[in-house]
């Protein structure tokens, strides 16, 4: 949230700001300060504090009901469990949970975060190809010290050269 004495920088507005915004694009980070107004027009919902206590804030959602058409009164066809049963323990019953509560899940989460969508880092396995050319620098490494051992010099020559040919110019 923004400072008490910063105005909103809108166009035409005048209303004090209380949307703090930080936007980084292309590395490069600009601050907005905004009112809460002019934020929604923008598509910015204001979420809680980062120091928000999950269950302190689950205990909460009771207070205002969903409303009829959100399809979230009815019990999981599953396993049974009702949204006040989950606003109750904070956790779903079975994965079904998950699309019969799936308007007040979707508002719950853009209330906790701001979003339904992910947009942070995505989780990049290793390379497989890395892990198979580690294998194969172990194997020509045991095979050159066993050359060594007996004295294969010729055969150590050509061992070392395959090693240096394919290891990594950082791993010499």
Do not use: W
């Amino acid at each position: 949230m923004s400072e008490p004495d910063r105005s909103c920088e809108a166009p035409g507005c005048e209303r004090p700001a209380t949307v703090h915004l930080t936007q980084i694009v292309d590395n490069k980070s600009s601050v907005h300060y905004l009112c809460v107004t002019c934020a929604q027009a923008k598509g910015i919902s204001p979420i809680a504090p980062a120091n928000i206590d999950v269950s302190d804030f689950l205990s909460h959602l009771g207070e205002t009901p969903p409303p009829p058409s959100a399809g979230v009164s009815h019990p999981c066809s599953r396993c049974g469990l009702t949204f006040d049963n989950f606003k109750e323990s904070g956790r779903l019953g079975c994965p079904r949970c998950y699309t019969s509560f799936e308007s007040g899940l979707r508002r719950l989460l853009n209330r906790i975060h701001g979003a339904t969508r992910h947009v942070g880092k995505v989780y990049l396995p290793p390379d497989p190809a890395a892990a198979d050319l580690s294998r194969r620098l172990d194997g020509l490494r045991r095979r050159l010290r066993r050359a060594v051992e007996t004295e294969d010099f010729e055969r150590a020559a050509v061992l070392r050269d395959e090693i240096i040919a394919i290891e990594p110019a950082g791993k010499r």
